[in-house]
């Protein structure tokens, strides 16, 4: 039985990375299977593609934990050479708008994280043979995001924020701290704390405490 190629899995939740492992070592049609390293994932786009042609993978499982390569307008140009180089599949567990996102940006499998195993090996198959492979729940997210796109752009609470800011404010103004908002955004905290500094710069705040004035007055929290 010809193999496929080796499998590299780059996820950060421990119970979703071995799950994904095991479901792997199942497959007797699979090859190696090998799980992400620190130093891959500090490294981002330029380390997991050395990791990659090193170890000769040809497949790769990511989660939310490499959002912050994904989040540009533009696709920078190492992820651009990592999509283009390795076929990639995406499990994330973000919004639609984020998932909407990021079909866009060249990833040749994309799950929700409640895709069904079936679905994950498909995807596998899929991407080792050059085929884009999105998930039935991700097809509707796509249609229905669509849809709304086409009746009009929905006007934003801050003009000057992004998405992804308006989202880590409200986070800020509900009293978390940099290193909860990054675990549960799967964001690194360096990344996170980039996006404070950009959002104070943005709004001219000064404080956590001026955030969280600005956030009551624009209705993104309520007080008590």
Known sequence: MELLPNIHIAVRQPLMRYALEALCRQQPAFGEIS?????????????????????????????????????????PAEVKELLAAIPTILISGQSAEWIYHIHKVGVVGLLTTEALLQEVTEAIYAAANGVRFFSPSVVEILIQQSRHMAAGPRPSTQENLSERETEILTLVAEGRSSREIADQLHLSHHTINTHRKNILKKLACKSAAELMNYAYSKGLIEKH
């Open 35 to 75: 799980l992400a390293s620190e130093l891959t994932e500090l490294e981002g786009a330029a380390g997991l593609l050395n990791f990659c042609r090193e170890n000769e993978v040809r497949v790769l499982l990511l989660d939310d934990r490499f959002a912050q390569l994904f989040e540009h307008s533009e696709t």
